[in-house]
């Protein structure tokens, strides 16, 4: 596996060596060691999955302290565009995004911080995107902020949203609970 560094502190893109021959794929998403080596904390609490047709938009979310938590996503079907923010108070990128091209077909993840917002459109007719999370989802610490609001251009400006994403207020207005507390 090799771990790709990002330009937002402590988020990376994971690009696990793929087996590929006449009966299919074969893909080791998560290697203890590995993972260590590069400072990543692995304490996953919780696994779950999306399923989601074209041109569906889902975020940007997050949890709230004190249930913020680390998260790794993968496409295990379809393709997806992946976008993070940086919500973290003194980072050197706060309020900046990064997007990723995620998919069955390349097989990479992302390793997401606390305090970063996270969502995703998807391209293609259906899309699976799996998720591990450090802490347990909590609805009271459950929030989020605009999709439109973080200065990407989105390959959809009509995108097909829940009615809970729409009504997050934008980056601008968000006081954020996060503090950048260096590198990792």
């Not at 790709?4 to 006449?22: M, S």
Request: glycine content about 8%; proline content about 5%; aromatic content about 14%.
């Amino acid at each position: 596996m090799r771990i790709k560094t990002c330009k937002i502190p402590g988020c990376f893109e994971l690009l696990p060596d793929v087996h590929c021959d006449h009966r299919g794929v074969f893909v080791k998403t998560f290697h203890e060691e590995i993972f260590s080596n590069y400072g990543l904390i692995t304490s996953f609490a919780e696994e779950y999955y999306s399923g989601s047709h074209k041109k569906v938009l889902r975020g940007l979310h997050f949890q709230a302290p004190p249930m913020d938590h680390i998260k790794m996503v993968y496409c295990v079907q379809g393709s997806v565009l992946d976008v993070v923010v940086d919500l973290r108070v003194g980072s050197p990128t706060y309020g900046q995004f990064e997007a990723f091209q995620l998919s069955a077909d390349l097989h990479n993840m992302i390793y997401i911080p606390r305090g970063l917002a996270h969502g995703f459109y998807v391209q293609s007719e259906y899309a699976i995107m799996l998720y591990k999370v450090t802490t347990v989802y909590s609805p009271e610490h459950d929030c989020g902020i605009s999709w439109s609001s973080i200065g990407y251009s989105w390959p959809d400006s009509t995108p097909i949203i829940s009615a809970r994403d729409s009504d997050f207020i934008d980056l601008k207005d968000f006081k954020s609970p996060f503090r950048y507390e260096g590198s990792a």
